[in-house]
T-cell receptor, first 116, second 111 residues
Framework: GAGVSQSPRYKVAKRGQDVALRCDPISGHVSLFWYQQALGQGPEFLTY????????KSGLPSDRFFAERPEGSVSTLKIQRTQQEDSAVYLC??????????????FGQGTRLTVV | SQELEQSPQSLIVQEGKNLTINCTSSKTLYGLYWYKQKYGEGLIFLMM?????EEKSHEKITAKLDEKKQQSSLHITASQPSHAGIYLC???????????FGGGTRLMVKP
């Protein structure tokens, strides 16, 4: 596609429910990033993939958060047993570059998760 | 870890007025990025600065990086309602695998 696509755009989950958020990066982009943006805050880094390899998951807040990119393209961020503090916008970004952020990173529109 | 402090946190200006947003880092900046975000949307890249003293402009927006590479400013001249949104600065962690963002500055432009 022309840009980074995220789905769903909006998700309401009951506390304790599992959710899966999808990111379709720009075709051919090697690097993929997930960020979490709480209301009124800047984005916080969650995890980074280079192709299918998850090279950095230091930002994942708990073991309830899991991300994968099995074929080096589409990525899924899964949150198990959602809690109210998980409510945020989840942003995905992809880049054709490795080892540098550069000006070639593009963000998706995000998935707004609300846990009730 | 690197921390970025943005000021002000929010700003309301009258259309046509100039404004400045600041971004201060706790460490030397290797790459400083400015993004704009509209409500419910992703981040749109504005400019990147790398060298001390560097200045870049795009339309009515100018960004500068100070000589010591620890502070950047974003200046908007003759603001318009289309400039409204959240402005975010981001710093390259020098390992290339992520940006650290500031808390954002929420700009509203009153017509």
């Amino acid at each position: 596609g022309a840009g980074v696509s995220q789905s769903p755009r909006y998700k309401v989950a009951k506390r304790g429910q599992d959710v899966a958020l999808r990111c379709d990066p720009i075709s051919g982009h090697v690097s993929l990033f997930w960020y979490q943006q709480a209301l009124g805050q800047g984005p916080e880094f969650l995890t980074y993939f280079q192709n299918e390899a998850q090279l950095d998951k230091s930002g994942l807040p708990s073991d309830r958060f899991f991300a994968e990119r099995p074929e080096g393209s589409v990525s899924t961020l899964k949150i198990q047993r959602t809690q109210q503090e998980d409510s945020a916008v989840y942003l995905c970004a992809s880049s054709q570059l490795v080892a540098t952020w550069g000006t070639e990173a593009f963000f998706g529109q995000g998935t707004r998760l609300t846990v009730v | 870890s690197q921390e970025l402090e943005q000021s002000p946190q929010s700003l309301i200006v009258q259309e046509g007025k100039n404004l400045t947003i600041n971004c201060t880092s706790s460490k030397t900046l290797y790459g400083l990025y400015w993004y704009k975000q509209k409500y419910g949307e992703g981040l749109i890249f504005l400019m990147m600065l790398q060298k001390g003293g560097e200045e870049k402009s795009h339309e009515k927006i100018t960004a500068k990086l100070d000589e010591k590479k620890q502070q950047s400013s974003l200046h908007i001249t003759a603001s318009q309602p289309s400039h409204a949104g959240i402005y975010l600065c981001g710093a390259d962690n020098n390992a290339g695998n992520m940006l650290t963002f500031g808390g954002g500055t929420r700009l509203m432009v009153k017509p």
